[in-house]
């Protein structure tokens, strides 16, 4: 970390390395001089300050693993964290109402002990293959002694089973490339994609292929010019009204399905705040711009690039400035 120092120290500083450089060049010969000016780390070791020291490396992935498969602890905080798409209890001690101080506002990621939502692409969990037990019966000989080799027993271990993703939980990408495998139209939202896909799903998965051709968009026809500007006030007239039934509508659906509309969720990191989707960081002025990746759980931040640090640490720095004059006050 770099110390915060004062104009008049820092001035101080730089007036005595160069006095002491023209001490140390002071009679020195030409092959000196020129050994001096190729490395002179040794002289400034006093006047450089120390490298800041490397961030801790994260979790191997089996930890990730191991803690998505932990059982439910009553006395820890009973939210869901991501823990980089697997989702795992929060590892925080259980408060005021079964939750921890982050998580007693907003737990958006749902409860530990109740099934996951289904709004988030989580990652399917790897299946464990326990291994195959052999038995042998044991062969007793009387009376003769026989000498037996040893029977190899060979043990056919069938393949592990492969757990489909969910359409529901398949990305865009992923959602436009099964149906081009399944000669299926690509286009559209990915609510529309799922409703193809599944209903290609539904009819049967091993009927042959329908290539189905990409829909083009209607020609609009073109528009006739009005005879008096009447007509013209009176089309206006009905477009301001459908968008004012529009408004209506859009509100009455809301008050009858509020998940139709969801607030971000808002993420605060050193006193700015940012909105999260899922372990992505996004600018708060700006939804769709993604500046980095965070770990809830250690509560820390991996920058996407240079830039989007340094505009946080301009951030943090004019709400302190903001802070000091409220204080003053």
């Known amino acids: 970390m770099v110390k915060n120092i004062s104009v008049v120290a820092h001035n101080t500083h730089i007036r005595d390395l160069f006095r002491d450089t023209l001490a140390r060049v002071d009679g020195l010969s030409q092959e000196e001089f020129e050994r001096f000016r190729d ?41 869901r964290i991501w823990n980089s798409g697997y989702g795992c209890q929060c590892s925080r001690k259980a408060g005021e109402g079964d939750f921890c101080k982050k998580h007693v506002v907003h737990h958006k990621l749902g409860l530990y002990n109740e099934p996951k939502p289904q709004d988030h692409a989580w990652k399917c969990m790897p299946v464990e293959v326990a291994p195959a037990e052999v038995a042998v019966e044991e062969v007793v000989v009387e009376e003769v002694a026989v000498d ?13 089973p492969v757990e489909e ?18 000669g299926l139209s690509p286009k559209g939202k990915k609510k ?36 008096n500007k009447e007509d013209e006030e009176k089309d206006e007239e009905i477009i301001e009204k459908e968008a004012e039934q529009a408004v209506v509508e859009r509100f ?43 770990d809830q759980d250690e509560g820390t931040v991996q920058w996407l690039s240079p830039e989007f640090e340094r505009e946080h640490e301009e951030k943090r720095g004019s709400q302190g400035d903001e802070s000091d004059v409220s204080d003053s006050e």
């Open 165 to 182: 993703q969910p359409i529901a939980k398949m990305k865009v990408a992923e959602l436009r490339e099964k149906l081009k495998e399944n």
């Open 252 to 294: 009455a659906q809301l008050e009858a399905d509020p998940e139709v509309y969801e607030e971000p969720e808002v993420y605060e990191h050193q006193d700015v705040e940012y909105y999260i989707d899922g372990d992505g960081l996004f600018d708060k002025l700006n939804r769709k711009r993604k500046v980095g990746v965070v």
């Open 148 to 160: 037996v080799a040893p029977v190899e027993v060979a043990v056919e271990v069938a393949p592990a």
């Open 192 to 227: 529309e994609l799922i409703e193809r896909l599944e209903e290609h799903m539904a009819a049967g998965v091993g009927l042959p292929k329908e290539v189905i051709p990409l829909e083009e968009k209607p020609k609009r026809k073109p528009r006739k010019k009005k005879d």
């Open 39 to 79: 490395d002179p780390s040794e002289f400034l070791a006093a006047y450089l300050l120390p490298l800041p020291e490397k961030a801790a490396k994260k979790a191997p992935k089996g930890d990730v693993l191991a803690r998505a498969r932990a059982d439910f602890n009553p006395e820890k905080c009973h939210a």
